[in-house]
């Protein structure tokens, strides 16, 4: 049977909330994540009628400012935010009981062979838009196709409010006119070097061996080029099986240098990833960082940690550590990266010292505050205490 993969993204999710609830917002700029004098704030979300403008997410909110200094600046409601998304994937597992939320407003399903209880991929997308709205009053864009790349590329590919649906034979002709830049992983710096040797368009990068593609980019990089542009990617959705790894990345808009700035973003993510494998029950033998620099230049640095873990101030510690005994350190840092594996065997005797079990506590409070007011509600606070140390 061949897979079926649906990915539901909101449209503008925070934005789209506070224009929901607030009459007077609609039809004007709404810039979610931060106010104007914010020196380290970013967009989180922003109406379509910010992006006019110039603005999107993850944008420092002192350039959405500049270019767009009549919107309105919201810090939001994350605890808002959070309970809609709860109303969003309950909605959706009444589709299919495989979904895999990989962020407050987006998620993968496996409607693989449910054509006949739904009908077609069309009317599944539909009934899954008409379910969100009936649950939220919010608009959604659905895309469909055989794996978790097309299935996404999709869902971007008629915003707002769109659905597209992609077939097994019609994958090729679907990405040949697209430009390099939407292929998953392909940023600023690849991008300016593809098309250095005039690549700009995925059918252009298609006539490149993958051997040639070698020699320029390294092996890693092509085999990443080669498959995306033929839409070959997974179609894997949830935890089949037990999880190999469960990491964390970031690329920055702009290279960093800023020791401080890194240093927080790792411990942000040693966060998520300690409370994804609490909530999975996992813990980890071995950590993992990741560190790319300008040109693609990729690099990982590992160890093993002294007893099994899912603790989150673990993980940041040694993976600073890590990145600190690096050759890399104070130069421009393209993505940053930490990740754990390598799963205690069942029958370990867990050994955790007095210490041990006060971060337990630590970090499962921590989780019952993520869980209740969202994923950011404990950023800033992390950020102010790496600066501290």
């Keep these: 049977m061949a897979s079926l993969i649906m990915h539901i993204d909101m449209d503008a999710f925070f934005a789209a909330i506070e224009q929901r609830d607030n009459p007077e917002l609609r039809g004007k700029p709404v810039i979610v994540g931060a106010l104007p004098n914010s020196k380290r704030g970013v967009v989180s979300t922003c109406s379509y ?21 009549n919107g ?27 979904i895999e939320q990989v962020s407050v407003d987006e998620a993968y399903i496996d409607i693989s062979g449910l054509q006949r209880l739904w009908g077609k991929p069309e009317e599944i997308g539909k009934k899954a838009k008409a379910l969100i709205f009936e649950a939220t009053q919010l608009n959604s864009s659905v895309g469909i196709g055989p794996n978790r790349m097309i299935a996404k590329i999709a869902s971007d590919y008629e915003k707002p409010d769109g659905l597209t649906v992609v077939k097994e034979n019609e994958i090729l002709d679907f990405l040949a006119p697209m430009d390099i830049s939407r292929m998953r992983g392909v940023g600023k710096v690849l991008c300016k070097k593809l098309r250095s040797h005039g690549i700009n368009k995925i059918t252009e990068l298609r006539i490149w061996p993958q051997k040639e593609l070698a020699n320029i980019f390294g092996d890693n990089c092509a085999n990443h080029l080669y498959r995306q542009s033929r839409g070959i990617a997974s179609d894997v959705v949830g935890l089949r099986g037990e999880r190999k790894s469960i990491s964390k990345e970031t690329t920055f808009g702009d290279d960093v240098t800023d020791q401080e ?3 927080a973003t790792m411990r942000w993510q040693a966060q998520d990833v300690g409370r994804t494998a609490r909530r999975h029950k996992l813990e980890a033998l071995s950590i993992h960082i990741k560190i790319r620099l300008e040109g693609f230049e990729t690099h990982t640095r590992s160890k093993k940690f002294k007893s099994p873990t899912n603790l989150s101030d673990d993980i940041f510690k040694a993976g600073w550590k890590l990145y600190q005994s690096s050759k890399f350190v104070g130069k421009p840092v393209r993505l940053i990266g930490v990740g754990i594996s390598d799963w205690q065997n069942k029958t370990q005797i867990d050994m955790f010292s007095e210490t041990s079990n006060k971060n337990k506590e630590i970090d499962n409070l921590k989780d019952q505050i993520l869980d209740r007011f969202g994923k950011n509600s404990l ?4 950020r102010k205490s790496s600066h501290k140390k």
Excluded: D
């Design 379 to 382: 950023l800033l606070s992390n």
């Design 72 to 98: 309105i600046y919201l810090r939001g409601s994350h605890s808002l935010y959070s309970s809609v998304s709860r109303q969003v994937m309950s909605a959706l597992e009444t589709i299919s009981p495989v």
């Design 261 to 263: 700035y890194l240093r």
């Design 49 to 69: 009628e910010a992006r006019k403008y110039g603005v999107h997410s993850a944008m420092p909110i002192s350039q959405a400012y500049k270019k767009c200094p």
